[in-house]
């Protein structure tokens, strides 16, 4: 089921607030013929629940590009050719800029539990705290450089989409047109 999330995403004066995305991953019962069962090995999306790698996971072939939404989890190819997963945040014809860790669109804060840095789920002070427990050594500049980000205002084309992984440290984000999205994923096979 594709749930038109434009819609679900409200704007408000300084923030556009996405309350249908969840980050819980559904279990796909129904594989059909347009789809792909996928063992996805890499730790991008992991938000403290071996998100997206634990295991298979179901990717819907043949999309239209044109009705997916923000939020959405795609597989698409990058420049290098290989061939990866990431949520979908900025939409075709989009403002996107991130100004310490905050993602903005059109210049409104993204709302919502994607739309700022984390680390295996944690936002900064979380993060900090755990390191801090644990006892952990850790890269005090990669962990201020991933938390702290910013990225200059841009726009997106007509056919562009702004892809960025739930890790921030572990993953990437970048402008991907639409021609290199290969799928929607659709949550885990059971």
Known sequence: MIISLLSACTA????????ETSPNIQIVEDIGSDTVLV??????????????????????????????????????????????????????????????GQI????????????????????????????KGSKSNYDEKAVQETFEKDLEKMSLDEKDYFLVSDDWFRGEMSVVEEKRILGLVLGYGK
């Open 12 to 19: 408000s004066t300084n923030s556009l607030i996405d309350s």
């Open 39 to 100: 063992e996805y090995t890499l730790d991008n999306m992991e938000r403290g629940k071996h998100d997206y790698y634990e295991q298979p996971i179901v990717i819907k072939q043949n999309i239209e590009t044109k009705n997916l939404t923000r939020g959405s989890v795609v597989w698409f190819e990058d420049e290098i050719g290989e061939q990866k997963i990431a949520r979908v945040v900025g939409v075709p014809n989009e403002k996107i800029e991130i100004e310490d």
């Open 104 to 131: 903005l669109i059109n210049d409104q804060q993204l709302d919502s539990f994607y739309g700022s840095a984390h680390r295996a789920g944690l936002d900064k002070q979380e993060f900090l705290q755990a390191m």
